[in-house]
């Protein structure tokens, strides 16, 4: 591990290669794509749902902090921007499939733009906290996507493979809001900026529960599930079995620690053990953000 000028314990020898890939371009709509279930189905299609506008969001709240940033850190901030906008894109395109397949999504990313518009209407620095949290929050839950296969084993294989390549950049980015936020609250007193960071990571948390559980419910309700049945079969998804949320409970509370950094849990062993199992390679950046 090698320290970086804001003292984060970002690896020294880690890049952030951006993979400009295309996933399910070809395939037609298709309702319940992971394995036929409901819960699972809905809670992926939930999600999707606001990446497009969440990770644009995420974009600008890190790029209006890229000024006088150290040059290893505004590099990384280019990757984080080009990596983040090749996600919207190919959520984006999901998200097409999912309404052609007759999902409405719409009173889902409704629910993200009022949050957002929330967010925005504070000073920068509280969105930059907002994504650092979010940011965190993605990275533990795709370490849980490609460490545990049981979450998108019995899902649509071209679909899985648009997660698991997302998961596998948000850990190769996990670092940099927060280094972001490092640099840009390096002024502050130390017990200043953690007790904002654990205010922002305990709102973003109760909204993102909230507001994920009520969205996937609703697609639920579209397939025609609903009540208790729709609680109890979703409740049990996410908490019991494969239990994602129970499952990054323990990452999500190390955010607390006082001297907590994405990179004191080096996980890039899941990202070796993804090269070896797929045959991209990442593409040069400056390809990519002329394909973006
Ligand atoms: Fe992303
Ligand atoms: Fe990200």
Redesign the pocket.
């Known amino acids: 591990m090698g320290k970086s000028i804001t003292g984060a314990p970002t690896p020294a020898d880690l890049t952030i290669s951006p993979r400009d890939r295309r996933f399910g371009r070809d395939d037609g709509p298709t309702r319940l794509w992971h394995g036929g279930g409901h819960a699972a189905t809905a809670i992926y299609n939930a999600l999707s749902a606001t990446f497009p506008t969440g990770?644009a969001f995420?974009v600008d709240s890190v790029r209006a902090f890229r000024e006088g940033a150290p040059p290893r850190l505004a590099e990384e901030i280019k990757a984080?921007t080009t990596?983040?906008v090749i996600?919207s894109r190919e959520h984006l395109a999901f998200n097409r499939r999912a309404a052609d397949a007759g999902y409405d999504l719409t009173k889902l990313q409704a629910r993200v733009d009022e949050r957002l518009a929330v967010t925005k209407s504070k000073p920068p620095i509280v969105s930059l906290a907002a994504t650092m949290a979010?940011?965190h929050f993605?990275?533990i839950l795709a370490h849980q996507l490609l460490v545990n296969p049981r979450h998108l084993a019995a899902g649509e294989a071209e679909t899985a493979a648009l997660w698991r390549w997302h998961a596998y950049?948000?850990i190769e980015?996990?670092g940099?809001?927060y280094d972001t936020w490092l640099h840009a609250t390096r002024d502050w007193p130390r017990f200043k900026r953690w007790k904002v960071k654990a205010k922002v990571m305990m709102f973003i948390t109760r909204n993102f529960v909230v507001d994920r559980t009520a969205g996937a419910l609703e697609l639920m309700r579209q397939d025609g599930v609903t009540g208790l049945r729709a609680w109890a079969s979703l409740l049990w998804y996410l908490w019991i079995r494969p239990g994602m949320f129970r499952k990054i409970a323990g990452a999500w509370a190390s955010f607390f620690l006082p001297r907590f950094h994405p990179w004191n849990h080096d996980d890039r062993f899941l990202l070796k053990a993804y090269d070896a199992n797929t045959a991209e390679a990442p593409v040069p950046v400056k390809k990519v953000r002329r394909a973006a």
Do not use: P, S
Request: cysteine-free; overall charge negative; aromatic content about 12%.
């Open positions: 990770e995420f984080f990596q983040e996600h979010l940011e993605t990275a950049e948000e980015h996990k940099v809001a």
